[in-house]
């Protein structure tokens, strides 16, 4: 089954309002998850690595005040993406490695859609 | 920096047939190698995963890998595929800070 777990799996927002993704690990406690993002028929891109306690990590060319990340329990880390535009559609999928980053599986969640109309 | 290469974009073969599918990573430093698998309308699924040790692994339906150091590469290969093998294919090395880097993907068409 399922260890990782996003909700939604799918919306549908207005542009300009806010939308927010959760990723939780099911079973397990994930001090360090990862977001991902995959435009159609492209492959997915790391966008920020979300710290249990402190700020997230935001690769290059991603707006860190767009896309506000929460990492405010051992389970659990959102991903809010602020003022949304039609651009910003795209499938959002979370990771987190069981048992620490080290030498261990990560896994992946189902995947959100969003759609920004 | 991490980077990966899939070398086939498309590949469409006929049940039965035998699969290869390239990757060719770069990295200076130790990495952990995966394969997932995205099914039509579905979220990704780990095919198999190297860690250390035997360079040959075997993962879930049927398919294995051969990790070779020296040439920085983690094919996949399946000896006979099968309709339902219809998907896409993602190599993702993992350095130890926990990110995954994707390849661009391998669409593989199985014809019935």
């Known amino acids: 089954g399922a260890v990782v777990s996003q909700h939604p799996s799918w919306v549908i927002c207005k542009s300009g309002t806010s939308v927010k993704i959760e990723c939780r690990s099911l079973?397990?406690?994930?001090?360090?998850m990862f977001w991902y993002r995959q435009f159609p028929k492209q492959s997915l891109m790391l966008m920020a690595t979300?710290?249990?306690?402190?700020?997230?990590?935001?690769e290059q060319g991603v707006e860190k005040d767009k896309f506000l990340i929460n990492h405010a329990s051992l389970t659990l880390s959102t991903l809010t993406v602020t003022s949304a535009h039609p651009e910003d559609s795209s499938f959002y999928i979370c990771?987190?490695?069981?048992?620490?980053?080290?030498?261990?599986?990560?896994?992946f969640g189902e995947g959100s859609w969003l759609t920004v109309v | 920096a991490q980077s990966v290469s899939q070398h086939n974009h498309h590949v469409i073969l006929s049940e039965a047939a035998s699969l290869e599918l390239g990757c060719n990573y770069s990295?200076?430093?130790?990495?952990?190698l995966f394969w997932y698998v995205q099914y039509p309308g579905q979220h990704l699924q780990l095919l198999l995963k190297?860690?250390?040790?035997?360079?040959l692994v075997k993962g879930i339906k049927g398919f294995e890998a051969e990790f070779i150091k020296s040439k920085f590469s983690f094919n996949l290969r399946k000896p006979s595929v099968q309709w339902s093998d219809t998907a896409e294919y993602f190599c993702?090395?993992?350095?130890?800070?926990?990110?995954?880097?994707f390849g661009d993907g391998t669409t593989l068409t199985v014809k019935p």
């Open positions: 990771s987190a490695a069981r048992g620490g980053i080290i030498g261990n599986t990560i896994y």
């Open positions: 079973d397990f406690q994930a001090t360090t």
């Open positions: 979300s710290n249990e306690g402190s700020k997230a990590t935001y």
């Open positions: 990295y200076g430093g130790t990495v952990n």
């Open positions: 190297y860690f250390s040790g035997d360079p």
């Open positions: 993702a090395p993992n350095t130890n800070a926990g990110k995954s880097t």
